[in-house]
């Protein structure tokens, strides 16, 4: 890679004639130099030829940047990337044995059962904080996409402005967001806003740990400005091959403000390595950013 994108930037890159790898990347009096494994001495005399010798610099540098270029299209590059993806979505489609899949309910109604009853106390003064502030209304229904895409409800105690949506559609919000509310804001440190997810996972519409639940049809802005739908990225029918979840890989290693298609390679990640043990390890670590108020945390959330 680093060859590549030296020859981009019109170099003349000095390689191995390795027997694997790519060294037919890099030509000898072509693009560059080559020069046997293992033989510092040719490596040294490689070096200073060029050094010494500009107009060789330039000849081969153009050369080799003609030959990247011609090599290594957007087309293909795209070409292969989707590739791995697809592979990677391949080999995550097996699902856990019965036995994993009778643990993690059980554990899940458990868990859910005891935190709706722990929890009503806490529901009561976040409902009144929400009806302080604003005066709107204390919960925020959506539907989300779960296991094979079928889908469901989902609530949520409300932490934006009232129809916050209604000019920019479903969207992801970013850092500063100004229709979050001040409990709002509050809540999403502390994770708090989900709670009433517990019903759905209750039901067995969610689960503790999985890929986070996307919404139909979910948009997300590209660096460039255009719009990419979620669920045309490579590697979204892998993940919703299991139960979306409250918590998970994704969403406690995850950098915040990455694309979802990136964050996909952790879900797909769960996927494959899917097991109760991994599930009781996310859920205590889920319980220590929530003690922290971390989970809007740009950086590392523990």
């Known amino acids: ?5 030296a020859m981009l930037s019109g170099l003349p890159v000095v390689s191995t004639a390795l027997p694997t ?15 046997p494994p293992g033989d510092p001495e040719a490596l040294r005399a490689a070096l200073a030829s060029l050094a010494d010798a500009p107009d060789l610099r330039r000849r081969l540098g153009t050369q080799a940047r003609t030959r ?56 009561a003064l976040i409902a009144l904080a929400i009806k302080l502030e604003d005066g709107g209304p204390v919960f925020y229904s959506q539907e989300r996409s779960g296991r094979n895409g079928v ?21 992801q919000s970013g850092e500063h967001d ?8 509050l809540m999403r440190m502390t ?18 740990t999985g890929p986070r639940a996307l919404r139909p049809g979910e948009i997300e802005a590209l660096g460039d400005g255009e719009m990419e739908l979620l669920e ?9 091959s299991v139960l979306p979840g409250l918590t998970g890989i994704a969403q406690i290693y995850a950098p915040r403000d990455i694309p979802r298609r990136h964050k996909f390679k952790y879900d797909l990640l769960y996927v494959r390595r899917q097991s109760v043990w991994l599930d009781v390890r996310l859920i205590l670590l889920s319980f220590w950013i929530t003690a922290r108020g971390s989970w809007e945390v740009r950086g590392r959330k523990f």
């Open 151 to 171: 889908p469901f409800p989902v609530w949520k105690f409300r932490s934006m402005v009232p129809n916050a949506e209604a000019v920019t559609g479903a969207i």
């Open 232 to 240: 045309d990225v490579p590697g979204f029918a892998a993940r919703a």
């Open 68 to 123: 990247a270029l011609a090599t290594f299209t957007a087309e293909q590059m795209c070409d292969g990337a989707y590739e791995v993806y697809q592979e990677a979505a391949g080999a995550a489609r097996p699902q856990a044995g019965w036995a994993t899949a009778l643990a993690k309910r059980t554990l899940d109604v458990l868990l859910s059962g005891v935190g709706l009853l722990a929890s009503a106390p806490v529901w």
């Open 178 to 185: 100004p229709r979050v509310t001040r409990v709002g804001r």
């Open 191 to 208: 994770a708090m806003d989900e709670l009433p997810q517990l019903w759905s996972i209750f039901r067995g519409d969610m689960s503790f």
């Open 1 to 5: 890679m680093v060859q590549i994108e």
């Open 21 to 35: 790898g790519v060294p037919w990347v890099n030509q000898h009096g072509e693009t560059g130099l080559v020069v």
